[in-house]
């Protein structure tokens, strides 16, 4: 049952009840909460929202305005909507499914604010599914896909609620009033950088499908001549067509294997947290934040590439392209919209550089920025070797932030406030924290085929597909490399012409490249990419059920086209 309403489409979204309420619960609620919900949510015995986004504000959590007053004399909760901005807005099952919510307000005990914390609160009634008392809900319209979800909207209008509804894992008021602090005040943000976590496997699954689509129906559709007299070729035969769709299907695979490593680290961190240690979390919200970012904007563009691949009938539905394109362009605004979660991550390298500066050594995913030397060493690379490319992918990073760092460095000392600094310097913040984010992928992408367990010929492959992937990287973005001059002009010939090599050498592996995505018809939802390749007689077939061909002359001709024409014809 829980699957199938995880699928069905018309107007009910369990999605988040998923991968946002009942994930809340586990991070956030005590163990008495979770004895309360937890086996409810679990069993969809409750269905629930994750309702944190306001119509105000969605990006800037401490502004939400959504407040939750103690009340000692009633050890209640207060939930209000104070404002038309501090409307819930966008929470998907929002609108008509969910009928409870864990609901993100500003925190008001004896007078004082504490900033947002999550609470649990009934929304519909478990009867008849009418909203509870004090709370109006309702789905907030059409948006550019997914709209099978019901993103909704919820006002509360001064709804109590008990006090132990307040997911008291890390902070809690006590019944008197009393606000116990949290080991850190970013823990009730700790689901969100989960979330995030799973977006960098849902942008890889998501770039997988895509480029299983595209590269089968490069395998079927044949166009043109490419020798005149001789049979149309296979499309994938163009050497422009391999351009568009390897390094897209090579950088899905890049995003599977830094997903590997996201939830590798996402487990370790939050293990240490739970006895105590927090000083992993830093490093967990610049890793999440910038590779959700990273991840989820390259999946769209790549989304966007296989469509046009795809020529005609990659702009139709049938190819299940378009909705793969509108769901991925929703993980670039969702649980953190990518520019700011980009400046998280730039946040962190800042801090990571002036701490390098300082003599500290450097560990994890930045340990890179102590150890690459400022004055590079030209000289002729080995640009197929997959440790000349990952050190070239480091020294760019290290380059770009000690960049940004001391450009605002440099505004400062001119006298302007740290934040203006910032502010000013945001643009040069964004693509060095881009090029840190990309030297991850590819060091990550290098060492998984170097380290996993595999036959070697399967290694043999998986090598070419990073080779592809970091040259592609820098040929797209050879100004970074040769700006102080760590990869010379030759480097870059030399790089494209590897990337061509590659090009040829993946060509043969192609569709079994695709095919080990193991994605089942039933999920791709695309008749250009069916496994069996019978796409011009299911392209029919899909057409034929078109709504519009239910009758042979639409009702359209009476209404509006047939007196058109008669009244037309009247005048000549
Ligand atoms: C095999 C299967 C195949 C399947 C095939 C198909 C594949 C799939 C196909 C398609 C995929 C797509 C499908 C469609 C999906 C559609 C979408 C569906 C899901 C949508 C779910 C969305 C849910 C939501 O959006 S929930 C709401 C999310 N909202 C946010 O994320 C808000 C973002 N804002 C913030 O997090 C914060 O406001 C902030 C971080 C921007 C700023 O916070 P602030 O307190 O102001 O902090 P700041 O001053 O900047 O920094 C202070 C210090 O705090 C540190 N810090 C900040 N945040 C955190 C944190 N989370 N953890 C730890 N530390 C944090 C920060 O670093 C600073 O530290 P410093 O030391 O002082 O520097
Ligand atoms: C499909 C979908 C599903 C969603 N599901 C949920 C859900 O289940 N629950 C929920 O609570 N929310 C949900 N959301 C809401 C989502 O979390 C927010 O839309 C998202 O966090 C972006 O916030 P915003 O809309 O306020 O954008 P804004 O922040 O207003 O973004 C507008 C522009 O302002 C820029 N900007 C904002 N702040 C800064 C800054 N500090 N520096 C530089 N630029 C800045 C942004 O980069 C962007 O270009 C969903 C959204 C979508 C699209």
């Known amino acids: 049952m829980a699957a199938a309403l995880q699928t069905l489409g018309g107007g009910i979204g369990i999605t988040l ?3 946002a309420f009942t994930p809340t619960i586990e991070q956030q609620a005590t163990e008495e909460q979770k004895k309360k919900w937890l086996k409810l949510a679990q069993d969809v015995a409750i269905v629930g929202a994750y309702a944190q986004t306001e119509m105000g504000h969605g990006t800037f959590v401490r502004g939400l305005e959504t407040t939750a007053t103690y009340d000692p004399s009633t050890q209640e909760f207060v939930i209000n909507s104070p404002t038309l901005t501090s409307t819930k807005w966008w929470p998907g099952g929002l ?58 909207f919820a006002r509360f209008d001064h709804v109590r609620i008990p006090r132990e509804n307040m997911l008291m894992k ?14 850190s005040s970013k823990l009730a943000y700790s689901n969100m950088v989960y979330l995030r976590g799973t977006f960098v496997m849902s942008a890889a699954q998501a ?15 044949r166009q043109s001549e490419m020798k005149p007299g001789e049979p149309e070729p296979q499309i994938l035969e163009y050497q422009t067509q391999q351009y568009k769709l390897f390094p897209q299907l090579a950088a899905a695979y890049a995003f599977w294997f830094a997903s590997w490593f996201m939830t590798q680290q996402h487990g370790s961190i939050t293990g240490s947290m739970e006895k105590g240690d927090m000083s992993g979390l830093a490093e967990l919200h610049a890793l999440s934040a910038g590779l959700k970012s990273y991840t989820t904007a390259v999946t769209a563009r790549g989304i966007d590439v296989c469509r046009m691949a795809c020529g005609g009938h990659g702009y139709s539905h049938a190819s299940g392209l378009p909705a793969l394109f509108g769901g991925a362009a929703a993980l670039c605004t969702a649980e953190g919209e990518n520019t700011v979660m980009m400046l998280q991550t ?16 450097l560990t994890g995913t930045v ?89 070697e010929s399967v290694r043999a492959v998986l090598t070419s597909l990073c080779q592809l992937y970091s040259l592609y990287g820098i040929t797209e973005h050879a100004g970074d490399f040769l700006k102080d001059g760590y990869l010379t002009g030759r480097d870059i010939d030399a790089a494209s012409s590897h990337l061509s090599a590659m090009l040829a050498r993946v060509r043969p592996d192609a569709v079994a490249l695709v095919d080990a995505f193991d994605l089942h018809d039933k999920i791709l939802r695309s008749v250009l990419g069916r496994y069996d390749g019978r796409v011009y007689e299911h392209l029919y077939e899909w057409a034929k059920k078109s709504p519009l061909n239910k009758s042979e002359v639409h ?10 024409l008669k009244s037309n014809r009247a005048k000549l």
């Open 17 to 19: 009840h998923w991968i």
């Open 95 to 152: 609108g008509k499914t969910a009928n409870h919510a864990t609901v993100m307000a500003q925190l008001y005990t004896r007078g004082k604010c504490y900033g947002p914390h999550n609470f649990m609160v009934q929304i519909r009634s478990l009867e008849n599914h009418q909203p509870c008392p004090g709370v109006t809900l309702g789905d907030i319209g059409p948006k550019m896909e997914s709209n099978g979800n019901d993103n909704g």
């Open 170 to 183: 890390f902070a809690r008021v006590e019944a008197d009033g009393t606000y116990v602090q949290p080991p």
């Open 207 to 221: 770039l997988a499908s895509a480029t299983t689509i595209a590269v089968r129906y490069s395998c079927v559709r």
């Open 346 to 361: 730039a946040r962190y390298l800042v801090k990571c550089f002036a701490q390098s500066q300082a003599g500290k050594r």
């Open 367 to 455: 340990a890179y920025l102590s150890a690459v030397q400022p004055s590079p060493v030209a000289g002729n690379r080995n640009m197929s070797d997959l440790g000349t490319l990952v050190a070239a992918f480091q020294h760019r990073a290290a380059r770009m932030v000690r960049h940004a760092a001391m450009q605002m460095q440099g505004e400062m000392q001119k006298g302007k406030a740290r934040e203006d600094a910032w502010n000013s310097c945001s643009v040069l913040l964004i693509k060095a924290a881009e090029a840190h984010v990309h030297s991850f992928v590819v060091r990550n992408f290098a060492e998984t085929v170097q380290t996993v367990e595999v036959d």
């Open 555 to 564: 009702e359209s001709y009476y209404k509006y086209l047939q007196p058109f």
